[in-house]
Each structure stands twice: as C-alpha cells, then as structure tokens.
C-alpha cells in the first residue's frame, strides 16, 4: 500500500480534497482575463513570428497589420476612463453644490452605472439623477449629441429592465432619446402616458455652458418659459 | 506616504491586538496557531474599531488629520491600559477538551503532500491577489458604488461628508472608514489603500480558520480548512473585488470560534472571550446591513440552545456580557443608520406592498428555486464535496455533548431563513436580485460553514502502532496504554 497508516476510506476523502482546488482553478483560469490575455498574446506572436517567416520565404515587402497591443483597450465602463472624462469638469463645479444628470440611453451608458462612475469620479460633488438643477452634467455616447437636444428629446424614467422595451420603442419611433431621471422615484415608473416614462417638464431654457469634448457638457437651467 | 500608510495600519492592527490578547484566554502551551489565531483577530478587530472611532471623530470634530492621529494615538493607549488592567484578572486558560495535541498525529506523507499544497496556493492566490487588484485598481463596481465611493466622500467631502448619503444607501461605514481613515493620515486618496484593506481581510479570513480549525481539531484539519476556503474561487475573487462580502465573512468566522474557544475554556469565572465574540459581532453590523441580521440570529439562537441548558441566570448573565462588546458599537451603527444614512428602499414600499408580496406564493417557489440552484452550483459544486467527504470520514460531532456546534449551525439557519425572509419583501426585479445577491450572502457565510464542517467531520487519523482507526477517545486511550 502507498499510505499504510490511513484506512481506504481517508485516503480516497483526502484525495478529494487535493484535486478539488486543482479543478475550480483550472475552471477559473479558462476565463481569467489574465490567462486569456496571454494566450491572445502567444497566439499573436506564434502569427506574427508566421507571417515573419512567411514574409522572408516570399521575400515581400507588404504592409502587414501587427496586432494591437492587449493592454491598450480601456473598458468604457472603468473608473480609470471615466476618471480621464470628467477631469476637466471636476474643476468648474463647485463641490458644494447639488447638479443634476442627464443622458442618452445609447450604447454602454443605457445602464446606472454611467451615472455610479460620473458619481464616483467627481465625488465629493453630489449628483442626483435629475434635471431640476441649476447645474446639470451631461454624459453622453458622443459630443454630437450635444447640438441635437431640445426639451422634446429629454424625458424622465428610472432605468429599470422593466422600462428597457418601452425605452427601446420610443427611440426608435422618434430618434435621439434623453433620460434624466427623476430623483428618488426608486420604483418602478408608473406615471406619464408614455407608459413608464413622462416628459421631464422643466427642461425649457437649457444652456450649454461648456462642453467637455467625449460627450461630457455643462449645462444652466434658465428660467422657464 | 508609504510611512503613513504603514503608521496608520501599525496604530489600528496594535489597538486590535491589545484588545484581543486581553480578552482572549491564556493558552498554557506556546503554540503557532494561538499566535495566528490572535494577529488575524487583532486585524480585523483593530481596523474595525478605529473605523468605529473614525466615525465617532467625524461626526464630533471637524476633520484635520492632526486630531485623528491624537484620537487614534488615546485609543491605542487606552487599549495597552486596558491589557495592563485585565491581564489581573484574566486568570482563564485555554485548555481543548475535543483534540488530540499535534504530537499525537504523527508526521504522514499524505498530510505532508496536503501542507505543501496549502502553502503553494496560499502562495499563488498571494500572487494572483496582487497581480489583479493591480489591473483593476478601483475594484469591482460593487465596490466602487458600495465603498470606494463612501470612502472618497468621507475624505474628500471634508465637513460637507454627511450629504453624500442623500445619494447613497444605507450600507454602514467600517470599509469606507477604514479607507478613508488611512487617506486622511496620507492626504491623498490612493487606491493602494482599498486593496491593501481588502488583502487584509482576505488573508486574515484563511489564517483565522486555518489557526481555529487547527486549535479546536488539530493542524491537519486545519490544513484541509484552508485549503478548501483557497478552492473556493469566488472567495478570492470577490477579496480582488473588494466587495464587503469577504470582511463580513471574517466577522461572522471570528464571532462563531470564539464561542467554540469560550466552550473549551477552564478555569477562572470571567467570560470575557464573549466580550470580543460581542466585538466581533458588532463590527460585522458595522461592515454590512445583514450584520444585524447575525446579531438577531445569535440572540435567537443562544436562547433556544444555552437557555434550556445552562438556565435563566446564566443564559441572562452570558447574554449581558456579550452585549458588553456588542452594544458600543451597535450603538454606532443604530445612530448611523438612524441620523444620516437614507432610509431602506425595502421599506419604502409602505406595510400594505409588504403584506402584499408575503401574500404570493409563486415568490416562495422563486427564491426557493434560486437558491437551491445558487447552492448547487456554490463554489464548482463545493457543497457535494463536502458532503462526500463526510460520507467517507464519518463525523464526530454528538448533539448532546456540542452544544456550541448545534449553536451555531442555527445560527447559519437562520441566517438563511432570514436572507429568504428579506427577499420575500423585496421590492426590486425578484429573480434578478436572487439571481446576482444570493451567491455573494453565502459566501459570506462560507468560511464559518467550512469551520463548523470541520467541527463536525472525524479527522483524518493516522492507524497507529496500536492499531486503533478512527475514534479519537480510543487512540487517546490506546496512546496512553503504548
């Protein structure tokens, strides 16, 4: 016998134990973005060091593509990204003051986690999920959206999955979309004929103050009409 | 700055350590895992009760980083004070009823094999820990939102901090105090300081249960605890994110051995490892909402277990005790949660929305459903391991003669009951936060079910020259005989 002094029973129990960490790593590796990265690397470096060879034998001179270094894609959804957007902004607000937030529902900032970054960037500055703010910051997918917004376009909802369709189908039947939610309506969105959505209706008079370039704006509530 | 991180970290890792080692009860012989058992303690323990404190400075001073080292500087002196003082009267003595010392297990090829593996992983989640909270610097979202956002509030909002919790919710403040108490001792918000919190807690959770599995069942029992919460990838995972999971889960562990220690203590009369179980108790109410939900737990459970055997005055007196501990920090929390923190959502749906969804029973099918399929899926399927590692083993554990064993598994039942009970009157999307939530709360209680399933589980004992397999009070017998 390989181990005398234990009984069949504790072995095969102990032996249990030492494969287990080896199966739930090996489980997690496969999807580490570590991992992944390195094998994305190896991989690109086996094709390059190919089409190297490939280039020699065939004595061409052609433009080959080399592949993009892994580490330079940022996440849009990353504090380090967002930290690089906002940090012109975080020195024209006063971090006293109360602003509100606005948004287009486009691309990755459909979620409340664009406005949990913006929060977080430019804390200590408080940021309610509003337009009625003398103050309102504006992060959107792109600058051009800028120029576009009237108070047709912005409405007020919470970004619930539940509102998500009806979201989806008002964008479609009439273009460009702007959500700026109503502070402390936690629930579900009940009110407005829009079916969980209403117009915000004190939008009237928005004045771009400065726009940031990356789809970060400063906006003043005038007066209302 | 690297001074003043390490300064800073000294001050709260000492308070925690005088604290602890005048609570704890003396251990006869010198012993590593005592020692071990007593710095993880001291870490969880010192940055729970400076952020106690933090808190405390902020709400009566206005914050300047010169008053809180002097504030922190009188709690460490209060804490060597207090060691001077109950080191009199601290005349109990740690003596283990239920294990065999290490000498009795000889040296094998097979727990050697299980050591080297134990240090390799520890090694490798080290490396791993370090090599992707340096990628991911902020954390996990969760972590960003829950934490790391409360923490650049407290720092950066000087006296305007208590108007961030308009926006945020009412999660209590031990993270970001702690965060925010080191960045105001550097002056600067650096990012270091969440992973290195986050490092402690993780590391001090492995070390805590390696050390009490090892005290309370031996070292090969503790290796395999070890070893099975460094499997448990979501463990470290969630270390790496620094969510609030994994220190809670260090409370909920430090709370539940030390009722173990209290069981095996002997001599003298004074209870005070129920003071630091209060501590420890309090400070996961601190760290997180379901805290409360612990305390609640233990209170219920204490009484349907130690109540029937020990008597009224007893129970009473033991319950008094630990609120000792308890209640100094509870009052923190109650404070916090009542004067500035907003208001739970869960509430705000009013009693008719409660009494509504307690009412439908198709959300008793879901959330049963949910956590059915989350516990079967725990951890690669963690919990059948340990199941057939029971059926192999056989257990030791006798109702009648562990009482703080039963103790504690209805402590973790009712846990349960209650994350059902929280969910049952959720406002939110049910499935969806079934869904995203409940692997994390299990988590939570994951290092204390891997130390109770070690309480439970026969070790692996070694066939001795005497021929005796299995029953330890037989291998102590037959030892003696040899």
């Known amino acids: 016998m390989i181990f005398p002094k234990y009984s069949p029973r504790t072995i095969i129990g102990i032996i249990l134990l030492i494969i287990f960490p080896f199966f739930t790593y090996s489980h997690w590796f496969a999807y580490s973005r570590v991992v992944s990265t390195l094998v994305t690397k190896v991989k690109s470096i086996v094709t390059e060091q190919t089409l190297r060879t490939n280039e020699n034998s065939m004595n061409i001179n052609a433009n080959i593509k080399k592949p993009t270094p892994i580490g330079d894609f940022i996440s849009p959804i990353n504090p380090i990204y967002y930290e690089q957007r906002f940090k012109h902004l975080k020195s024209e607000v006063p971090k006293d003051k109360i602003v509100g937030y606005m948004t287009d529902r486009g691309g990755v900032y459909s979620k409340p986690i664009d406005w949990w970054l913006t929060q977080y960037v ?24 800028i120029s576009k917004i009237t108070p047709d376009t912005i409405y007020c909802s919470n970004f619930y999955p539940s509102n998500q369709e009806i979201m989806n189908k008002l964008s479609n039947e009439r273009g460009l979309l702007l959500i700026g939610p109503k502070h402390s309506a936690t629930a579900h969105v009940t009110q407005g004929s829009d079916g969980g959505i209403m117009k915000c209706s004190s939008v009237n008079n928005l004045i771009l103050l400065k726009d940031f370039g990356d789809g970060v704006a400063l906006f003043k509530r005038g007066k209302a009409k | ?119 390799i992983f520890l090694g490798g989640t080290v490396i791993i820990f370090l090599i992707k909270s340096i990628k991911t610097p902020h954390g996990y979202l969760d972590a960003i939102i829950a934490w790391n956002m409360r923490a650049r509030f407290l720092f950066r909002g000087g006296e305007l901090w208590e108007t961030a919790f308009s926006v945020l919710t009412d999660h209590p403040l031990l993270i970001p105090g702690t965060i925010a108490r080191i960045w105001y001792y550097i002056g600067s918000d650096t990012t270091i300081v969440p992973i290195i919190v986050a490092f402690l807690f993780t590391f001090s959770t492995v070390g805590l249960l390696y050390s009490s599995v090892s005290i309370l069942r031996g070292r090969s029992q503790g290796v395999l605890a070890g070893l099975l919460l460094l499997s448990t990838v979501i463990f470290l995972q969630s270390g790496i994110n620094q969510v609030g999971d994994v220190p809670v889960g260090f409370f909920y562990l430090a709370t539940i051995v030390l009722f173990h220690l209290k069981d095996n203590l002997s001599k003298g009369k004074n209870d005070f490892t129920l003071i630091l179980a209060g501590i420890t108790a309090g400070l996961a109410s601190w760290t997180k909402s379901e805290g409360s939900l612990f ?77 059915v399929r989350t516990l079967v899926t725990f951890g690669d399927g963690v919990l059948f391991l340990l199941a057939l590692y029971l059926i192999l083993m056989g257990k030791k554990y006798i109702i009648r003669d562990d009482i703080v064993t039963t103790f504690s598994i209805i402590v973790l039942c009712f846990m349960l009951i209650g994350y059902f009970s929280i969910y049952l009157i959720n406002p939110v999307d049910l499935s969806f936060v079934v869904k995203v939530s409940f692997k994390r709360l299990f988590l939570q209680l994951w290092p204390a079910i891997i130390f109770i399933f070690f309480m439970i589980v026969k070790p692996p004992i070694i066939i001795n020259d005497c021929s005796v397999d299995g029953n330890m009070d037989k291998l102590v017998n037959a030892k003696n005989q040899c």
């Not at chain 2, 080692?21 to 940055?47: E, M, N, T």
């Not at chain 2, 804490?79 to 003082?85: E, M, P």
């Not at chain 2, 349907?304 to 005055?313: R, S």
């Open chain 1, 122 to 145: 430019l804390t200590p500055l408080v940021i309610y999920r509003d337009i009625d703010r003398e103050l309102i910051i504006g992060n959107f997918s792109n600058s051009e959206i």
């Open chain 2, 1 to 119: 700055m690297i001074f003043l991180i390490m300064l800073s970290f000294i001050i709260s890792i000492a308070t925690g350590y005088f604290f602890t080692v005048s609570l704890l009860p003396d251990r006869q012989v010198a012993s590593f895992s005592y020692a071990l058992l007593k710095i993880c303690l001291s870490i969880g323990v010192g940055l729970g009760i400076t952020s106690c404190l933090f808190f405390l400075w902020l709400i009566t001073f206005n914050p300047d980083t010169f008053t809180l080292i002097v504030f922190d500087s009188f709690l460490l002196i209060a804490s060597i004070i207090l060691f001077k003082y109950m080191i009199r009267f601290n005349n109990n003595s740690l003596l283990i009823k239920t294990t065999l010392p290490d000498a009795y297990l000889k040296p094998s090829w097979l727990i050697s094999v299980v050591v080297a593996l134990f240090l």
């Open chain 2, 295 to 371: 305390i609640v737990s233990i209170v219920v459970a204490s009484a349907l277990i130690f109540l029937p055997k020990k008597g009224f005055k007893k129970y009473i007196k033991d319950l008094l005790i630990w609120g000792i501990g308890l209640i100094p920090i509870l009052a923190a929390v109650i404070y916090f949660k009542t004067q500035i923190a907003s208001p739970s959502y869960v509430l705000d749906q009013g009693w008719t929305g409660i009494i509504n969804k307690l009412a439908d029973p198709t959300r008793y099918l879901i959330i049963t459903q949910m956590m």
